[in-house]
């Protein structure tokens, strides 16, 4: 199948900074990529959908000048967690796809620890 | 809104036991099903597909069954390992709409 890296896959930072996760697709190329996020023992959660050379879809609830996310290539995506604060610890998993309606398959993951 | 529920959420077999995971979903009108793996820490890794057409999907040890109807589906694990310890995930794709819909996961464990 299809592969997709995420980086860093682990990153503890202080409260206040902020953290960039990078999503890659290695072997194909990406139209549309999701970025989800998952506590403990709870289900993924998607947080919003970016395709290629446009501005992401947000879902209710997620706050895109915290979140900024960045599709600028076919195999390229980040988000930016903005003046990070313990309550934005999860688990960030990103997954890429050659459209929307498309599979996705999905990255490592990345686990953030804001102290 | 399409709701997906995961019965057990945990369950401890020995090892060799075949078992079944359950997965439950509201809105039958579904586009695919889908069952992912995860280990701790890790991200998901995809087991079965199925589509809204299809009744099952086998690899291996595993056999995904859908019955669109009852909205349920069920994940069959043949003589179990210690590795197949991990939380299964079951994720539902509805009719027009490009984002699945995953349920909380059942957590595995098999014991030597």
Sequence with gaps: ?115 | KQEVTQIPAALSVPEGENLVLNCSFTDSAIYNLQWFRQDPGKGLTSLLLIQSSQREQTSGRLNASLDKSSGRSTLYIAASQPGDSATYLCAVRSGGSYIPTFGRGTSLIVHP
Excluded at chain 1, 8 to 29: A, H, M, N, W, Y
Excluded at chain 1, 56 to 73: M, P, R, W
């Design chain 1, 1 to 115: 199948g299809a592969v997709v890296s995420q980086h860093p896959s682990r990153v503890i930072c202080k409260s206040g900074t902020s953290v960039k996760i990078e999503c890659r697709s290695l072997d194909f190329q990406a139209t549309t990529m999701f970025w989800y996020r998952q506590f403990p023992k709870q289900s993924l959660m998607l947080m919003a959908t970016s395709n290629e050379g446009s501005k992401a879809t947000y879902e209710q609830g997620v706050e895109k000048d915290k979140f900024l996310i960045n599709h600028a290539s076919l195999t390229l995506s980040t988000l930016t967690v903005t003046s990070a604060h313990p309550e934005d610890s999860s688990f960030y998993i990103c997954s890429a796809s050659q459209g929307t309606y498309n599979e996705q398959f999905f990255g490592p993951g990345t686990r953030l620890t804001v102290l």
